[in-house]
Structures are given as structure tokens and as C-alpha cells.
């Protein structure tokens, strides 16, 4: 996919509380810059607008990207999309989280193109939903606000309120064949492995180029 999509919002989730981190994950080093900037440019340019879902909005000023703060505080990923939803210009919303560093152009690319097929385009590996990789419509709104009324803040609760469309494990793996799109990192541990990962690929490049 080389034109953005003209209906289509993308809107990075900057929330949670970062408690396994130790610090926010937005800015942990990754890749020689803050995760966020990482994310970012995963997802730039695939839609016609690209914005970003965090409470502290100071803390992000520098990306220069529109800001939104929660609608309803303390709501967890649920009341994110909420307001992710909300605040998008277009009809389309495709969420992703700060925390997963190998987002796949080519997948999103993919789930973009079904993106009228369904109120909720969703990658399912293996049995899970992937509820922070995944397009959501307008439609969405209501069954999500009555969700929030009642406090229960499970995802996919409202997922049987509308029309959901899955993109199963053997249509993932032609873009992302070990599903590594979905991985986040939590803790500084994971964090560490990363690095560690990409240390020994770009060593392993650098002696087959010699």
C-alpha cells in the first residue's frame, strides 16, 4: 500500500501505567531512539492522519502530532480506543500501542484494504484477538461508551455488539510469519533481549557484507 488512506485515523495509544517497565515505555531506548519514535514511524503515512492518545501531553509535545487525553480516566485500553474513536477525523481508526516495535507495514497495509468489510478489522493469532492492532468504526462507539457505564473494562466485550471480521493466523503469516508484530516489550528484561536480538542481527549483517 503507497497512498495513505483517505478515511482512515491512526492513532497511537501512549497510556498505562509502565508498572513492569519501570518507566514509561514511550521513552526507553530502542534502536538508538524512544520507542515512540520507533512506533511512529512504523505507522506514518498509512492513513490521512495520525494521532496520539496519552494524558500527559507534555511529555509528547516534541512529536508534534495531535494530542487527546482520556475521555473517561482510569478506563484502561477500553476508554483509550474510546477516545481514539472519538477524536478521529475519519471513520476508520486503526489503534496501535507504543509498545510494539515491529509493526508490520505490509499487515497493517492488508488489514487497511478489508477495512470496510466490518466495524472491527482484527488480527487473531492462534485463539487471541489483538485488540491493540486492530481498525475500529464509528459504529463502535455506543456498545464501547455502555460498556464503560457499567466499569467492565475487558476489550472485547462489546466485540459481539458489532460486526468483527478476523484476519486468522494463515493470512498474518504471509506478511509476519512468526507473528511478531504482536509482541510488546514490558519489562526491562524484554527490553534487553531486544536490543540484544538486534545487536547480534546487525553483527551477523555486517559479516556477510564482508
Not at 57 to 71: H, Q, R, V
Not at 98 to 110: A, H, K, Q, S, T
Not at 168 to 174: A, G, K, Q, V
Request: glycine share 10%; with cysteine; aromatic share 8%.
Amino acid at each position: 500500500m503507497t497512498q495513505p488512506a483517505p478515511d482512515l485515523t491512526v492513532a497511537i495509544m501512549a497510556g498505562g501505567q509502565s508498572s513492569r517497565m519501570g518507566q514509561d515505555k514511550s521513552f526507553v531506548p530502542f534502536e538508538g531512539r524512544p520507542l515512540i519514535e520507533v512506533v511512529a514511524e512504523r505507522v506514518v503515512g498509512l492513513g490521512a492522519e495520525l494521532i496520539l492518545i496519552t494524558n500527559k501531553p507534555a511529555d509528547y509535545a516534541y512529536l508534534g502530532l495531535p494530542m487527546y487525553s482520556d475521555i473517561y480516566p482510569n478506563m484502561g485500553p477500553l476508554g483509550g480506543i474510546y477516545t481514539a474513536v472519538t477524536h478521529a477525523s475519519h471513520p476508520h481508526t486503526l489503534v496501535v500501542a507504543c509498545d510494539m516495535p515491529w509493526l508490520n507495514r505490509d499487515l497493517l497495509g492488508y488489514m487497511i484494504g478489508l477495512r470496510h468489510q466490518a466495524d472491527i478489522i482484527v488480527p487473531r493469532w492462534d485463539k487471541f484477538p489483538e485488540p491493540l492492532h486492530a481498525i475500529y468504526g464509528k459504529a463502535c462507539l455506543p456498545p464501547i461508551h455502555d460498556q464503560l457505564q457499567t466499569g467492565w473494562l475487558k476489550v472485547v466485550g462489546f466485540y459481539g455488539q458489532v460486526q468483527v471480521q478476523f484476519v486468522d493466523r494463515s493470512e498474518i503469516e504471509r506478511f509476519d510469519a512468526n507473528g511478531r508484530s504482536f509482541a510488546n516489550l514490558n519489562t526491562p528484561e524484554e527490553l534487553a533481549k531486544a536490543e540484544g536480538r538486534r545487536m547480534k542481527d546487525e553483527g551477523r549483517g555486517k559479516r556477510h557484507d564482508g
